[in-house]
Nanobody, 120 residues
Framework: QVQLVESGGGLVQPGGSLRLSCAAS????????MGWYRQAPGKQRELVAT???????KYADSVKDRFTISRDNAKNTVYLQMDSLKPEDTAVYYC??????????????WGQGTLVTVSS
C-alpha cells in the first residue's frame, strides 16, 4: 500500500505565498514523475506542474513564473511553492505520483487534496 499526504493549504490574500508539501509513504521502491493538479469549483481537474525523478519540470501556462515545483527523493516528497497568488488559483490541490512498489508493481497514486483559497 502506498499513500500520499498533502499539507500546507489554507487562506491567503492575493499576492501572497503558500508552500504545499506531499509526502509518499508505504511499500515504495521508487517514484517516477510527481505532480500537482488542481480542481476549482465547477471545473475539471487540471495539471499545475510536474517533475520527473531527474527533476525535469513542466508547468501550466497559467502558473509559469509564479509557482515552483521541487522534490526531495530521499524523503519521497514533492513541494509546490506558490507565489503571487491570484483569486483564480483558488482550488483543491491534489498531489499525484507514479510509484513502483517493492513488489515492482506500478501505480498512479493520488493524495486526498488540500484546499487553497486566495481571497481578501
Amino acid at each position: 500500500q502506498v499513500q500520499l499526504v498533502e499539507s500546507g493549504g489554507g487562506l491567503v490574500q492575493p499576492g501572497g505565498s503558500l508552500r504545499l508539501s506531499c509526502a509518499a509513504s508505504g511499500s515504495i521502491f521508487s517514484i517516477n514523475d510527481m505532480g500537482w493538479y488542481r480542481q476549482a469549483p465547477g471545473k475539471q481537474r487540471e495539471l499545475v506542474a510536474t517533475i520527473t525523478s531527474r527533476r525535469r519540470t513542466k508547468y501550466a501556462d497559467s502558473v509559469k513564473d509564479r509557482f515552483t515545483i521541487s522534490r526531495d527523493n530521499a524523503k519521497n516528497t514533492v513541494y509546490l511553492q506558490m507565489d503571487s497568488l491570484k483569486p483564480e488559483d483558488t482550488a483543491v490541490y491534489y498531489c499525484n505520483a507514479d510509484v513502483v512498489t517493492t513488489l515492482l508493481r506500478h501505480f498512479g497514486v493520488w493524495g486526498q487534496g488540500t484546499l487553497v483559497t486566495v481571497s481578501s
